[in-house]
């Protein structure tokens, strides 16, 4: 899977009004990691750990900055009148979320699609709703839901589609410890409910470009 993200940390200040990387807040956290490296049973005055705290804290903001932002605004400032009335498929879009039980990594892909209603959106702002609701604490149903919810309310198109597949790191590397499992989650709305539209949209996402 590739690794190139959508907004990098200078990128998400042109977006999250509020200051995420303010270094009270920053700071705050890291007296927390510093105290947990302790407990683990590690020496945090050595070098390599000198500042870990920081950039726990740092990483963690960035994990979580979907909370500053507004989807539904993220996609009010790309809206088009178009007469475009057929599927719109996005595929294979990468999706990295934490899990809200143990705050260990979920990650793969989504896979959105919309039938237009007068209104077509600029095709980034659709990766770019994933992010805001994937970089939160999250399970992968909730997510599924607000991606297709986001989408519905704001855009009102015909249907919506919402596909995520991914593997939780919290049943690979603890736990249960089932290194290949994926979960598939799906949402649906309007016309996606009729069966033959629905397997259209599956169609197209296991359809490959070769
Ligand atoms: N439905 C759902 N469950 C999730 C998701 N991410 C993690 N989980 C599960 O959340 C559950 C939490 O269960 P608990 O029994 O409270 O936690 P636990 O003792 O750490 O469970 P194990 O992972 O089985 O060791 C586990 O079954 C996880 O697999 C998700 O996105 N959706
Ligand atoms: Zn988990």
Request: negative net charge; hydrophobic residues 40%; glycine residues 6%.
């Amino acid at each position: 899977m590739e690794t190139n993200f959508p907004l990098n940390e200078e990128e998400i200040d042109g977006y999250v009004k509020i200051d995420r990387y303010n270094p009270e807040k920053i700071a705050r956290i890291a007296s927390h990691y510093t105290e947990i490296l302790e407990l683990l049973g590690e020496d945090p005055s050595r070098q390599g750990l000198l500042k870990t705290p920081e950039r726990v804290a740092k990483a963690l903001q960035y994990l979580t900055h979907g909370y500053d932002l507004d989807a539904a605004a993220i996609l009010r400032g790309a809206m088009f009148e178009e007469e475009y009335s057929q599927m719109v498929v996005v595929k294979d879009i990468e999706v990295y979320s934490m899990c809200e039980h143990h705050m260990l990594p979920f990650f793969g892909k989504a896979h959105v699609a919309y039938i237009p209603n007068g209104h077509i959106v600029g095709l980034s702002k659709i990766p770019r709703v994933i992010d805001i609701f994937a970089r939160r604490l999250q399970v992968q149903e909730r997510l599924t839901n607000e991606i297709r919810d986001c989408i519905q309310n704001t855009l009102n198109p015909v249907g919506v589609a919402v596909v995520i597949e991914c593997k939780h790191l919290c049943m690979c590397m603890r736990g249960v410890q089932k290194q290949n499992s994926v979960t598939t989650t799906s949402a649906f709305t309007g016309e996606f409910a009729h069966e033959r539209t629905r397997n259209e949209f599956l169609r197209l996402i296991t359809a490959s470009l070769d």
